[in-house]
């Protein structure tokens, strides 16, 4: 059963660079099957989709996203990664990595998430 | 692209059904019949528990189904149990490679 885990920084500075990582165990994310998402949930709001990644190299992000989020793959490690720049209070969140069944249009499988806090 | 609208909360006692609303837009959930529902329980990681409108993952309790009219999408959990508080959230495929999610219910076992 394929597992994510996200890592990174607690408490990223405003205007800095926010960067988290998923690991993922139990699957590669090598195949041409999935996708690999980023979704976050700011404290007392909903899900918010952040973008995507495929072994292929292709990324699309949220619009409203768009200009500050990267995403990245390391496929020796079987991870991918989220940056985020120039960071607001805005930006504070549970940030969640999750695989995507794209022909499903699904995030089949999520890690438990990681709390980032932009503050000085 | 805006947020998919849920009640922010409803509540139920053991053994009742209760329904959970996601009200989109013809752009989203009226358009594409990609709409899932998700749920969080604090600290743990959010599972999938209906896809493609209707359709439940393997191991995921028959209790749970969804359905969808117009603009809005609807989930249904029947014969509530305790372990079904948790907060719900439903998502929808909005074309061009990129999603939304709606705003989540809390959900309360009385």
């Known amino acids: 059963q394929v597992q994510l885990q996200e890592s990174g920084p607690g408490l990223v500075k405003p205007s800095q660079t926010l960067s988290l990582t998923c690991t993922v165990s139990?699957?590669?994310?090598?195949?041409?099957?999935?996708?690999w998402s980023w979704v976050r949930q700011p404290a007392g709001k909903g899900l918010e989709w952040i973008g995507l990644i495929h072994a292929s190299g292709s990324t699309n992000y949220a619009p409203s996203l768009k200009t500050r989020a990267t995403l990245s793959l390391d496929t020796s490690q079987n991870q991918f990664s989220l940056k985020l720049r120039s960071v607001t209070a805005a930006d504070t969140a549970l940030y969640y990595c999750a695989r995507l069944s794209f022909g499903l249009k699904t995030f089949d499988v999520w890690g438990q998430g990681t709390m980032v806090t932009v503050s000085s | 692209q805006s947020a998919l609208t849920q009640p922010a909360s409803v509540s139920g006692s053991p053994g009742q059904s209760i329904t959970i609303s996601c009200t989109g837009a013809n752009s989203d959930v009226g358009n594409y019949k990609f709409v899932s529902w998700y749920q969080l329980h604090p600290g743990k990681a959010p599972k999938l528990i209906i896809y493609d409108v209707t359709e439940r993952p393997s191991g995921v309790s028959n209790r749970f189904s969804g359905s969808t009219s117009g603009n809005t999408a609807s989930l249904t959990i029947s014969g509530l149990q305790a372990a079904d508080e948790a907060d719900y959230y439903c998502c929808s495929y909005v074309g061009s490679s990129t999603w939304v999610f709606g705003g989540g219910t809390k959900l309360t076992v009385l």
């Open positions: 139990s699957g590669s994310i090598s195949g041409s099957t999935y996708y």
